[in-house]
């Protein structure tokens, strides 16, 4: 495994491809360092004596000791221990840790490259590749990010239907030695400072979309990429340091009739794996988020409590009322990923089918309670945040600027007034309003807010998916069964 040095010299390699702001920026440097500050935290965390078992596994190819983050789920206690990572190291750094798309997308592609190849038996090499990619992946400890939401155009029309056919990431010309894709993926989580992107399709596709089913993995400064970066960064602190400084990048990643070698490829023209790929990824990330989501919810109960005693208002009952909602949609959305974690298997729900055996033999989260726990902490994220603002008070909205705070005819003025606690030092209080600041109203917030909303899809896709899979029919049987309509059928008490 490497070090968060290797790490970060590995970056410094990489070809010039990253758009910020009117000017090309190297992946070291000013506007990404608090990015790159947290990606760090995830190879610092394999020698970490408290997270070292939950951040390490040991790679189903080389038997080798590998960064959990680029591991392939052999059973369920591997899903619990990447919920219980991600929970944990979402605490460490205060939100988002940004590694896990990796983890979601090769998952994805590892069920759905062994599909796809018995499509056309023989003809195809996609799992193989997908193997030897993942193993030099998993030997050089590098860092992926999972490229999947397409441009998409006018939302209503199929991929086939839009006026401009690039709206969806496809294959424009198959050749001897590879493929030439184009389109362009938007809001990619990290690209900026990962070593590969992994591609894959937005959505199911129709027997006439069979460019749009491809998946494959380059570098991230691969000739034919051009990256658009958008920067969310903290205010910077010179005296009132915070324990971590977070900031998160999010690139538009334009594929320009790039040109894709036939070992990286590892799904191409097999519609239904690709739209069983892009069920599969946000299947992993929404379970991803039954880990980050009740971190997130973690730092938010701590944020009520702390801003409820500096108000001493502690007692109030709908203060109290507050605290049981922050800490129901947290420990829910945990359960529902710790039962995903616990049900899994290598199988994936088909509409009409019902579960189906899938992949290689990896473990796949359950799907209805990996989509209820994200739906439940998606749809809460405005809600919570409305907690903290009714709590907090006006306060966080115009807090002085640090130089005021500094300033020696302000500071003596502004440590008496500033003072709402008696009981606490001024310095304290400071600090904390600050941070509550952060992560309430800051750009930065504001940006956090919609990940933490529309990451691994929007909730009305959680509840399409909850919908189609739910075995409704058994609760009509159930109440037809009660109504005296009909029997009671064998399955209707016990199936869960
Ligand atoms: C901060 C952040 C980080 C992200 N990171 C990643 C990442 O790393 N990798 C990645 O692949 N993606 C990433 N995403 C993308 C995320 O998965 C998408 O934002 C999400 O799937 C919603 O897609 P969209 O943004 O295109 O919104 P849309 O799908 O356009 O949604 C807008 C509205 O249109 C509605 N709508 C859309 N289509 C239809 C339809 N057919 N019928 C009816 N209504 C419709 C939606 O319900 C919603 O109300 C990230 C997003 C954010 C905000």
């Known amino acids: 495994m490497r070090t968060k040095e290797q790490y970060l010299e590995g970056l410094k390699k990489l070809r010039r491809n990253l758009y910020y702001n009117g000017s090309k920026i190297d992946r070291v ?169 992994l591609v894959i399709p937005t959505r199911a596709l129709g027997p006439d979309e069979k460019d749009y089913a491809v998946a494959f993995a380059l570098p991230a400064d691969w000739e034919g990429i051009k990256q658009v970066v958008h920067v969310h960064p903290q205010r910077g602190r010179e005296h009132f340091k915070r324990g971590f400084d977070i900031g998160y990048t999010d690139s538009y990643i334009i594929l320009d009739d790039c040109f894709v070698p036939w070992d990286r490829v590892f799904l191409c023209g097999e519609n239904d794996h690709g739209g069983m790929c892009a069920l599969l990824f946000a299947l992993f990330h929404r379970h991803s988020y039954s880990g980050c989501k009740p971190a997130v919810g973690d730092v938010y109960l701590g944020l009520a409590a702390l801003a409820a005693r500096h108000n001493g208002i502690s007692r109030a009952p709908h203060v109290k009322e507050m605290f049981a909602e922050f800490i129901k949609t947290t420990e829910l959305g945990y359960a529902a990923g710790f039962t995903a974690s616990a049900m899994g298997k290598p199988e994936v729900y088909i509409p009409g089918l019902g579960p189906v055996p899938y992949g290689p033999g990896s473990c796949i989260p359950n799907s209805i309670y990996a989509n209820v726990g994200r739906c439940l902490t998606g749809e809460a994220v405005y809600e919570e945040k409305e907690m903290l603002c009714n709590i907090a008070g006006g306060y966080p909205s115009t807090f002085p600027y640090e130089k005021d705070l500094l300033n020696p005819e302000l500071k003596p003025l502004l440590d008496k007034y500033l003072k709402r606690n008696p009981n606490m030092p001024v310095e304290e209080q400071i600090k904390f309003w600050m941070f509550f600041a952060d992560y309430t109203c800051s750009s930065l917030a504001g940006a956090m807010d919609y990940g933490s909303y529309h990451g691994g899809g929007s909730p009305i896709m959680e509840q399409i998916a909850i919908t189609s899979q739910y075995d409704i029919k058994s609760r009509e049987h159930l109440v037809n069964y009660l109504a005296g309509v009909e029997k009671l059928k064998p399955g209707t008490l016990t199936k869960f």
Request: aromatic share 6%; net charge negative.
């Open 29 to 197: 440097s000013e506007p990404q360092m608090n990015a790159l500050n947290v990606m760090c935290e995830t190879f610092d965390a394999t020698t970490d004596p408290e997270l070292r078992d939950l951040c390490t596994a040991t790679s189903h190819l080389s038997g080798n000791t590998i960064n959990r983050f680029n591991h392939i789920h052999q059973n369920t206690d591997d899903l619990h221990k990447k919920q219980n990572m991600t929970r944990a190291l979402c605490r460490k750094v205060g939100f988002c840790i940004q590694r896990c798309m990796g983890i979601d997308g090769t998952n994805a592609i590892n069920a759905a490259s062994f599909e796809a190849d018995k499509v056309r038996p023989g003809e195809t090499n996609y799992h193989q590749n997908f193997l030897k990619w993942l193993r030099c992946f998993q030997d050089n400890d590098l860092v992926g990010c999972c490229a999947q939401t397409d441009m998409k155009g006018e939302r209503l029309k199929r991929p086939k239907e839009q006026a401009d056919p690039d709206m969806y990431v496809h294959v424009v010309e198959k050749k001897s030695d590879g493929i030439v894709v184009r389109g362009c993926k938007l809001h990619i989580s990290e690209a900026s400072i990962a070593d590969e992107i």
